[in-house]
């Protein structure tokens, strides 16, 4: 059974701050990589998808990926008590199926 | 507006009552598939469909049936539902799956709240 694991937090962060989210996975054949967003009792927004290692850049969010590590990345800059929710990462097993972190419990603080 | 919808939202039902859940959605996506969500366990993929007529297994697929006769819907049905399949579920599309790329970002209905007795 292939896994994706994250830290369920809660991570703290003030607002204006940098909030950093990690998670890593198992499937070294893995090639796509998905961040969502998901405030309590609503559906998963897509934040971010990455494919290919480095960084890539929407707006206040950067996603970063390391193949060879095993790992990819959630960066939030100047986060705001609006970005307090859950971060779930995804990560694509084989052509069709998808496994899913349990997520890690972000608040950013006023 | 393009979206995935699912019916009902919320539902109560007893132990062997079965039930289906529907999903649609308008963006012609071939890929849809359904989640449940539980506390502690994340979301956990039930079934998928890569197109009409074609459906696959997920993680945990006990319990569930499902079916793709339109491309559009993609119903799961409990035909015995029993407790441990009191969850939240989401169904999810995206426009294709085989290769990587913008056409796999998967779009999630807004979920059913599912209670069984």
């Known amino acids: 059974q292939k896994e994706v694991e994250q830290n369920s937090g809660p991570l703290s962060v003030p607002e204006g701050a940098i909030a950093s989210l990690n998670c890593t996975y198992s499937d070294r054949v893995s090639q796509s990589f998905f961040w969502y967003r998901q405030y309590s009792g609503k559906s998963p927004e897509l934040i971010m998808s990455i494919y290919s290692n480095g960084d890539k850049e929407d707006g206040r969010f950067t996603a970063q990926l390391n193949k060879a590590s095993q790992y990819v990345s959630l960066l939030i800059r100047d986060s705001q008590p609006s970005d307090s929710a859950t971060y779930l990462c995804a990560v694509k097993e084989g052509t069709y199926k998808y496994i899913f972190g349990t997520g890690t419990r972000l608040k950013v603080l006023a | 507006e393009a979206q995935v919808t699912q019916n009902p939202r919320y539902l109560i039902t007893v132990t062997g009552k079965k039930l289906t859940v529907t999903c649609s959605q308008n963006?012609?996506?071939?890929?849809m598939s359904w989640y449940r969500q539980d506390p502690g366990l994340g979301l956990r993929q039930i079934y998928y469909?890569?197109?009409?007529?074609?459906?696959d297994k997920g993680d945990v697929p006990e319990g569930y049936k499902v079916s793709r006769k339109e491309k559009r819907n993609f119903p799961l049905i409990l035909e015995s539902p029993s407790p441990n399949q009191t969850s939240l579920y989401f169904c999810?599309?995206?426009?294709?799956?085989?290769?990587?790329?913008?056409?796999?970002?998967?779009?999630f209905g807004p979920g059913t709240r599912l209670t069984v007795l």
């Open positions: 963006m012609n996506h071939e890929y």
């Open positions: 999810a599309s995206s426009l294709s799956q085989p290769t990587s790329g913008a056409t796999d970002t998967q779009y």
């Open positions: 469909s890569m197109n009409v007529e074609v459906t």
